[in-house]
């Protein structure tokens, strides 16, 4: 693999594979500390919040720093959390309960704020070094995510057969790997003639928001869904949620790998079609009756999903400019964390929800396309 696009992939797995890692690591932190599960979780996602205010700042560092030096910065920050966390792994029997978890929430504030300047950084980095195919060059940084969503897990199976410090140390491992690789980018390469001014654009954000919301939402909803397919058996559960997530996987790679390779797309009509898959999926799972049909639309909803965020995005910085990348981020944020917080409401039908979401979407962009794109797209031909 070409050294550019491995430093990509990597990078752009970085997140996903903290985050998947933080599902492994948590209870045996909480273990050590003695400490409530949930208070950790808590922590964890209180850090995740510094996102909205980091991601900005990020944008702006950039502008004056250029894009090579944040992501060296931010990727360094992400480095440090982690050896926190291990040094915790490693040093916790001389340490009090107190001063453990002190150290646990410097760890995810640390987190909070460098982590949240990488993907965008990179995203402008894919777009700087590959300004012929630029969903292409999205498509990259977001196969590495979806890569560490599906191999992470497989990886921790394997680490914890040998000792849990190789899981802390994993994360280490990666990001080093993206410090000592990230080409030098001149700032003067990352400076662009802006046409539009970013305000315009906030319909293209109010649906990032939506599509953000669905995907976290939905997430989290398959084990209460599946739940009521298999009563009292947890563990069927915990294995159909793995069918999904593998299914989903699978599909995510082979749907961003045919981005990287297909030189020219239009993304308005993309996100048109992403948009009515992810609706028709969302109306369909709503009423699946078999636990089979479920996993297929569900994994579809995502697919589509990250298909129409790879549209989106290359629509808003192809419009309002590459460092725009920054507040898509912030409204994705905001999307999960809305996401996560309907889950407690445990509604009958989540997928219902999911559904009336993604309406408004797609009324929004083929509205949208129809009044604004299709005509101008009409006089070029």
């Not at 070409?2 to 996903?16: A, E, P, R």
């Not at 000592?180 to 990032?208: M, R, Y």
């Not at 297909?262 to 028709?280: G, H, I, N, P, T």
């Not at 809305?338 to 009958?348: D, K, P, R």
Request: glycine share 6%; aromatic share 12%; proline share 3%.
């Amino acid at each position: 693999m070409n050294k550019q696009i491995s430093w990509l992939v990597v990078g752009g797995g970085l997140l996903g594979v903290s985050q998947q890692i933080a599902l492994v690591v948590l209870p045996l932190l909480a273990d050590i500390m003695s400490v409530p599960y949930e208070t950790l979780v808590n922590w964890q996602a209180a850090g995740s919040f510094l996102f909205l205010f980091s991601s900005v700042y990020w944008a702006k560092i950039m502008a004056k720093k250029g894009v090579s030096y944040v992501v060296k910065l931010t990727t360094a920050g992400f480095l440090l959390s982690n050896l926190i966390l291990l040094f915790l792994w490693l040093e916790y029997d001389w340490l009090s309960v107190e001063v453990m978890l002190g150290i646990f929430i410097v760890s995810r504030i640390v987190h909070g704020i460098f982590s949240s300047g990488i993907v965008p950084q990179l995203q402008i980095s894919a777009l700087m070094l590959y300004p012929q195919n630029t969903i292409g060059a999205l498509a990259k940084v977001s196969l590495g995510g979806t890569l560490a969503r599906c191999l992470t897990p497989l990886a921790c199976i394997g680490l914890l057969m040998i000792s849990p410090t190789w899981v802390f140390a994993l994360p280490l491992i990666l990001g080093l790997y993206v410090l000592l690789t990230t080409p030098s980018l001149s700032k003067g390469k990352s400076k662009e003639k802006v046409s539009d001014s970013p305000h315009q654009h906030w319909g293209l954000l109010v649906v990032a928001f939506i599509c953000a919301f669905s995907l976290c939402f939905g997430q989290f909803s398959l084990v209460q869904v599946l739940t009521r397919f298999i009563p009292d058996n947890s563990a069927q559960v915990s294995q159909w949620v793995a069918i999904n997530l593998a299914i989903t996987a699978c599909l995510s790679t082979l749907n961003q790998v045919y981005f990287i390779k297909k030189q020219k797309v239009d993304s308005e009509r993309l996100l048109v079609l992403s948009l009515a898959v992810a609706f028709v999926m969302a109306g369909a799972s709503s009423m699946a009756s078999h636990i089979v049909v479920m996993c297929i639309t569900v994994s579809l909803i995502f697919v589509a999903l990250n298909s129409a965020t790879l549209a989106y995005t290359n629509v808003i910085v192809a419009k309002a400019g590459k460092q725009y990348t920054n507040y898509i981020t912030t409204t994705h944020t905001l999307g999960y964390a809305l996401g996560a917080v309907f889950v407690n409401f445990s509604l009958t039908l989540p997928y219902v929800l999911v559904c009336a979401a993604l309406f408004i979407a797609f009324s929004f962009i083929i509205r949208r396309f129809i009044r604004y794109v299709y005509p101008k797209q009409a006089e070029t031909t």
